[in-house]
C-alpha cells in the first residue's frame, strides 16, 4: 500500500467461523491483525474483532469530541476505549507523534446470497506534547 506517498509491505491475517458468538446476532464472528512495515521497519499494527469476548467495535458518535490542539491521548482513550493498534509515520502525516488506532469490521448474512460489510476506522493523532494533532475517522458499507 501507498501512504503519505511511501511504499509499505502489509502483513495481515484473518480468521472467521461460523461457531463462536458474535457481538451481534446476524454477525459472522471474525478476528483480523495486521502489521505495516517501511523499509522494514514496524510502523503500526491494528486489530479487529467481531467477536463478543475481544469485539473491537467503539462508539463513533464520540468522535466529534476529540478535539485537535486540546484534547489529550488520556481523554481520547477515556472517550472511545482501549485501541487496537498504533501507528507512527508514515501511516500518519506527522513525521514526529504517533497514534492510536481504532477499527472495526463485521460482515452479516440475513440470508442465503445476501450478504452485507461494514467496516469503520478511526485515527487519533498526538503531537510529542501528548495533545490530539489529527482525527481521521471514515466509515463505509451499511450496518
Given at each position: 500500500?501507498?501512504?503519505n506517498?511511501?511504499q509499505l509491505?502489509?502483513i495481515?491475517?484473518?480468521?472467521a467461523?461460523?461457531?463462536?458468538?458474535a457481538v451481534r446476532?446476524?454477525?459472522?464472528?471474525?478476528r483480523?491483525?495486521?502489521f505495516?512495515?517501511y523499509?522494514?521497519?514496524?510502523?503500526g499494527?491494528?486489530?479487529?474483532?467481531?467477536?463478543a469476548v475481544d469485539?473491537s467495535?467503539?462508539?463513533?458518535?464520540k468522535?466529534?469530541?476529540?478535539?485537535k490542539g486540546?484534547?489529550?491521548?488520556?481523554?481520547?482513550?477515556?472517550?472511545?476505549g482501549?485501541?487496537g493498534g498504533y501507528?507512527?509515520y508514515?501511516l500518519?502525516?506527522?513525521?514526529?507523534?504517533d497514534?492510536?488506532v481504532?477499527?472495526?469490521?463485521?460482515?452479516?448474512?440475513?440470508?442465503p446470497?445476501?450478504?452485507?460489510?461494514f467496516?469503520k476506522?478511526?485515527?487519533?493523532?498526538?503531537d510529542?506534547?501528548g495533545l490530539v494533532?489529527?482525527v481521521?475517522?471514515?466509515?463505509s458499507g451499511?450496518?
Open positions: 500500500m501507498t501512504k506517498e511511501k509491505k502489509v495481515t491475517y484473518a480468521y467461523t461460523t461457531g463462536g458468538k446476532e446476524s454477525v459472522v464472528p471474525a483480523a491483525q495486521a505495516y512495515f523499509n522494514d521497519t514496524l510502523v499494527h491494528e486489530f479487529g474483532s467481531s467477536f469485539h467495535d467503539f462508539d463513533d458518535k468522535v466529534p469530541d476529540i478535539v486540546k484534547t489529550t491521548r488520556a481523554e481520547a482513550i477515556q472517550l472511545v482501549k485501541p501507528y507512527i508514515p500518519i502525516k506527522s513525521t514526529s507523534g497514534a492510536v481504532y477499527v472495526y469490521t463485521e460482515t452479516t448474512s440475513d440470508a446470497f445476501s450478504v452485507k460489510q467496516r476506522v478511526l485515527i487519533v493523532s498526538f510529542t506534547a494533532s489529527d481521521d475517522f471514515s466509515s451499511n450496518k
